[in-house]
Antibody, heavy 120, light 106 residues
Framework: EVQLVESGGALVQPGGSLRVSCAAS????????MTWVRQAPGKGLEWVAN????????HYVDSVKGRFTISRDNPKNSLYLQMNSLKAEDTALYYC?????????????WGQGTLVTVSS | DIQMTQSPSSLSASVGDRVTITCRAS??????LNWYQQKAGKAPKLLIY???SLQTEVPSRFSGSGSGTDFTLTISNLQPEDLATYYC????????FGQGTKVEIK
């Protein structure tokens, strides 16, 4: 069974840093592009970042470029999102998901999310 | 950036109705368009990929169509369990989602 389990969400002050993680199991993690999507409370979905299987390509939404870094550790079947210089507008539920080029980069498997709250 | 505009933002329909949600891209995205269903308190679920391909185990009452800039998600024979918010997503450029369409059951 495919499982994606996010962790690391917390309450953090504006300007602070946080790293959230996603533990994968039940599939060949190293064969998939991986993605972070976030959802602010009561709002819609926003793609944040994605990373190629070997980590050689990374893409970010403009609003987090220079502040967030996506990374992965294939031997540990783990995905990470390092978030620096956090702002109130980064408050959201952060999901990790798999994406496949062969199916229009669709997000097939999702975790349940980890909540990041940026507030003083 | 490619903007995705969904309409309507919400709708109310009866069980058995045919429901249509549209998604318009600000530029041509070929068929790089996916649809998701999100129920309250749950993660999104993939319904349709590449504009018209039904994801495995998704009921056949869901269908997608379109290419270029105009796309449609159709739910034929609406069921109570289809109560959810539906999102389109383009993956042609840097990925973006539509703002969502909330489907309510009368």
């Amino acid at each position: 069974e495919v499982q994606l389990v996010e962790s690391g969400g917390a309450l953090v002050q504006p300007g602070g840093s946080l790293r959230v993680s996603c533990a994968a199991s039940g599939f060949a993690f190293s064969s998939y592009w991986m993605t972070w999507v976030r959802q602010a409370p009561g709002k819609g979905l926003e793609w944040v970042a994605n990373i190629r299987q070997d980590g050689s390509q990374k893409h970010y939404v403009d609003s987090v470029k220079g502040r967030f870094t996506i990374s992965r550790d294939n031997p540990k079947n783990s995905l990470y999102l390092q978030m620096n210089s956090l702002k109130a507008e980064d408050t959201a539920l952060y999901y990790c998901a798999t994406s496949e080029q062969s199916s229009s980069w669709s997000l097939k498997y999702w975790g349940q999310g980890t909540l990041v709250t940026v507030s003083s | 950036d490619i903007q995705m505009t969904q309409s309507p933002s919400s709708l109310s329909a009866s069980v058995g109705d045919r429901v249509t949600i549209t998604c318009r891209a600000s530029q041509s995205i070929s068929s790089y368009l996916n649809w998701y269903q999100q129920k309250a308190g749950k993660a999104p679920k993939l319904l349709i990929y590449a504009a018209s391909s039904l994801q495995t185990e998704v009921p056949s009452r869901f269908s997608g169509s379109g290419s270029g800039t105009d796309f449609t998600l159709t739910i034929s024979n609406l069921q109570p369990e289809d109560l959810a918010t539906y999102y389109c997503q383009q993956t042609y450029g840097l990925w973006t989602f539509g703002q969502g369409t909330k489907v309510e059951i009368k």
